[in-house]
């Protein structure tokens, strides 16, 4: 088994340091910090998804050397960090032996620390401090006029009183009136239309299963054999594989919810037949020599490998080697831009792994649970990770579960739906319908339709289905989202109850890049309602004869209402009623 030790005399230097970081004085602690070495390069950010929770592992790829594993005090520290941000972190360099000598014991040497050359260890950094230096270059969302939509149009046409009047029940068919005859003065549309450019046509991806046997040919010891043959998984990744059509796929998945896209095909994708490796090895990459980096960060550094123990260096070991053998099969591993690893049962107890954000820059890896092989939800979350989206969450029992939204794709595992609209506009598939403090004045109404996120629509352009509500005006608050959901094509396994319902979302997610959580809010059904509790605008849905689309107004609460707001029936306090309707009202009417 591995095992690890490092110098006593730096390891204890760490702790000094960590406590005196939390009384010291700032002169104290800049003078620690001045003894500490300083690391250098792009930042990796690794999700780890766990049964129930996730965790995270930084790595640091210096220039011409290979990507270095960050040991971090606290998941704090990776607040604002994203994959491909130039970072410099401070701390302690750790060496760990990573195999034993003949009797069990590690290489003989006291506290002297191996060179990080040396093939017998991998370096490790535990941080103290870590600093952003720099940011990717992020492309800009864009912006067109919004024209009012063909539902929009329809109220408005049968607006007898004036373009702005409409009833306080509104339906795409304008025939539904308040119960004694009310009117709301509204304005038909508005906004901006928001979108990105599309983040790829295309997911070629590389499956691999693997699994780990001895000389004898039995399973590596802790480990069990392939649980599914290729076909099998060829079935759960391939839409063209699945006979069934009502079984989601992730190639569905990704076809179906970018509208077609985002393609993912037995044209651009291969499921590879099962690679059995050794029971240990060494990481490598064929064709370097003398240990040193290709730049890529994948040079030949020696650095052990084990079935035994479910480390970096072990699942990345174990990549390695499975692209080393399909090269000597003939496969053209590196026309794959993503690579899936399958990884033998019995030894992670991880879901799956993947990098949150990957631009080709180093390999775009992700792996796969033993228990997992053949679950097409999990290997597209993992993939969604590669895209930059981070995890879809909700507040349940007054803490945020940063997996909660059943929603998304990207929440927990293992219903076949969809990604949230966040993430649908953050991969250039869908484009919002933007309001903020201008387009969405105090004390003033807003009626706009909203077209099923999951129902096709034929466009080069992202499709206009969602809204979003920029607070310029709330300190704190992230901006608003809002999708129509209902249950055909990649959502045909969203959940009971999630079906034919505008859901609310809330995320700071600004461009394609940003790794920003989303969090679910709430749903509505027809005639309900939610008030956000900092931004105060309310959301309301009016019936519509429109399958694919529903109706809602937007308010942003002013104050009670006067004799101004009742005579031109404006709804003031954004409770949904105006002039006679409204009981307040009715001191002044």
Not at 261 to 282: F, H, M, Q
Not at 489 to 517: C, K
Request: aromatic share 8%; net charge neutral; proline share 6%.
């Amino acid at each position: 088994m591995a095992c690890c030790r490092s110098g006593p005399r730096r390891a204890l230097a760490l702790v000094v340091l960590l406590v005196a970081a939390a009384t010291a004085s700032a002169r104290q602690l800049h003078a620690a910090l001045k003894n500490l070495d300083l690391l250098k390069g792009k930042a990796r950010v690794l999700e780890q998804d766990f049964p129930g929770h996730s965790a995270r592992l930084l790595l640091v790829h210096p220039r011409n050397q290979r990507p270095v594993h960050v040991r971090l005090r606290d998941r704090s520290q990776l607040a604002g960090v994203t994959t491909g941000m130039d970072v410099e972190a401070q701390g302690v360099w750790e060496d760990r032996f990573l195999h034993r000598d003949p009797a069990g014991e590690p290489p003989d040497g006291g506290d002297k620390q191996p060179a990080s050359s040396e093939p017998d260890a991998a370096r490790i950094f535990t941080a103290l401090t870590i600093k952003v230096t720099g940011s990717p270059v992020t492309p800009k969302p864009m912006t067109v006029a919004a024209p009012l939509s063909e539902d929009e149009l329809a109220a408005a046409a049968l607006i007898a009183k004036a373009s702005t009047i409409v009833p306080s029940t509104v339906s795409t068919s304008g025939t539904a009136d308040s119960p004694n005859g009310g009117f709301i003065n509204v304005t038909q549309g508005g906004g901006s239309w928001v979108y990105n450019q599309l983040m790829t046509g295309g997911m070629p991806t590389l499956v691999i299963p693997i699994v780990g046997v001895t000389s004898a040919g039995t399973p590596c010891r802790g480990t069990g054999p392939a649980p599914l043959n290729r076909s099998q998984i060829q079935q759960a990744v391939f839409e063209e594989m699945q006979a069934d059509p009502g079984v989601s796929t992730v190639g569905s998945t990704y076809n179906y919810c970018s509208y077609g896209k985002t393609r993912l095909t037995t044209d651009n994708s291969l499921v590879a037949d099962t690679v059995r490796l050794g029971c240990s090895g060494r990481r490598h990459a064929g064709g370097l020599r003398g240990g040193r980096d290709d730049g890529r960060g994948e040079g030949i550094y020696g650095v052990p490998w084990s079935m035994a123990t479910c480390e970096f260096d072990d699942f990345n070991g174990w990549a390695d080697a499975a692209d080393a053998a399909l090269k000597a099969r003939g496969v053209d591993v590196d026309q794959y831009f993503y690579r899936v690893y399958l990884v033998p049962p019995g030894i992670c107890t991880f879901v799956g792994l993947a990098y949150l954000g990957c631009d080709g820059t180093f390999p775009c890896r992700a792996w796969i649970g033993g228990g997992y092989w053949g679950n097409d939800q999990t290997i597209a979350h993992e993939l969604g990770h590669h895209l930059y989206m981070n995890h879809a969450g909700s507040v349940v029992a007054g803490a945020y579960d940063e997996y909660a939204d059943e929603s998304c794709g990207m929440g927990y595992c293992c219903a076949d739906r969809c990604f949230n609209m966040p993430h649908a506009w953050q991969l250039g598939w869908s484009a919002v319908r933007e309001f903020n403090a201008t387009t969405l004045p105090r004390g003033r109404t807003v009626n706009v339709s909203l077209a099923s996120q999951s129902a096709f629509a034929a466009s080069l352009l992202p499709i206009r289905n969602g809204l979003r509500v920029v607070p310029s005006w709330a300190a704190g608050g992230e901006p608003m989202w809002m999708s129509f959901r209902t249950r055909t094509r990649g959502d045909l396994g969203l959940l009971s109850g999630y079906e034919n319902r505008v859901h609310i979302h809330t995320s700071a997610l600004a461009d394609p890049l940003d790794s920003a959580f989303t969090t679910w809010e709430a749903m509505l059904p027809v005639g309900k309602s939610w008030t956000h509790p900092i931004l105060n605008v309310t959301v309301r849905r009016y019936p519509s004869t429109n399958p694919n689309a529903a109706v809602v107004t937007l308010c942003r609460y002013y104050r009670a209402e006067t004799r101004l707001s009742c005579l031109y029936s404006l709804d003031y306090d954004c409770n949904g009623l105006a002039g006679a309707d409204d009981p307040g009202c009715d001191v002044y009417l």
